[in-house]
């Protein structure tokens, strides 16, 4: 069984099938992303039967490297990591929390930075995932890109172009085009939205999402639009402390 897993990003969920396909549309534009992925750590993983599924099988997953099945350590499948600066994270799950009915506490930005800054969130720590990934024992299947990579045009053509070149997949330039045109936040969000919504009815039990506002802004940076000057400060004092031992900065 051939397996390529993707961390973290629906980003990446979006960016991969395409580069498979050399551009071609076909699932990623007519089928939800939870029936075309297996997200590994999620329950309804247990009910797919992926050996029937046509190679190779595209999964995802949040959890850190050092809790992954023992057969991940064995196949070594593909891997792309995609990191993101953490107080953008901060910021888009707080409003991932207070936009759905996953979480039916809500707290104030100060509470919820609280318990990020502490790990206390959905997966865990921010700064040990991230960390579990960059200490991987083995990098030769991981290829390693940021958000802010995939943010701007430019950017995330070059970033079609690594993805290409890690599944050895040949992109001439008017693939690379068109899958950064596919692949932009405006052209995923209003896919997305549209395509969920369409399949919303026949979702496994998933609890009920406004995807309008799950896609959010997409930006870099958004952060500074959110966080007091001493919210900051305090961000950076743990980050420092905890990413003190990897070469990791973001603005």
Known sequence: ??????????????????????????????????????????????????DAWPSPHVCNTHFRYDAMPESFYQVKPKVINVMRNPKDILISMFYFNNNTVYHPTKDSLTEFQHKFLEGHVAFSSWFDHVKSW?????????????????AQFQDLRQAV???????????????????????CFESMKKNNSTRDRTN????????????????????????????????????????????KDVDLKFT
């Open 134 to 150: 960059l200490n991987a024992e083995d990098k030769s299947h991981i290829l390693y890109l940021t958000y802010e990579e995939m």
């Open 200 to 243: 919303c009815n026949v979702a496994p039990k998933l609890p009920a999402l406004d995807y309008s506002k799950y896609y959010r802004k997409g930006i870099t940076g958004d952060w500074r639009n959110h966080l007091s000057e001493e919210q900051a400060q305090q961000f950076d004092s743990v980050y420092e402390e905890k990413m």
């Open 161 to 183: 172009k690594r993805v290409g070149e890690f599944f050895e997949k040949r992109l001439d330039d008017e693939a690379v085009d068109k899958i950064a045109d596919m692949c």
């Open 1 to 50: 069984m051939e397996m390529r897993i993707l961390i973290s990003t629906n980003w990446a969920l979006e960016v991969v099938p395409l580069v498979l396909s050399g551009g071609e549309p076909g699932l990623v534009g007519s089928v939800p992303t939870w029936e075309r992925t297996a997200a590994i750590g999620h329950k309804s993983a247990l009910h797919m039967d992926l």
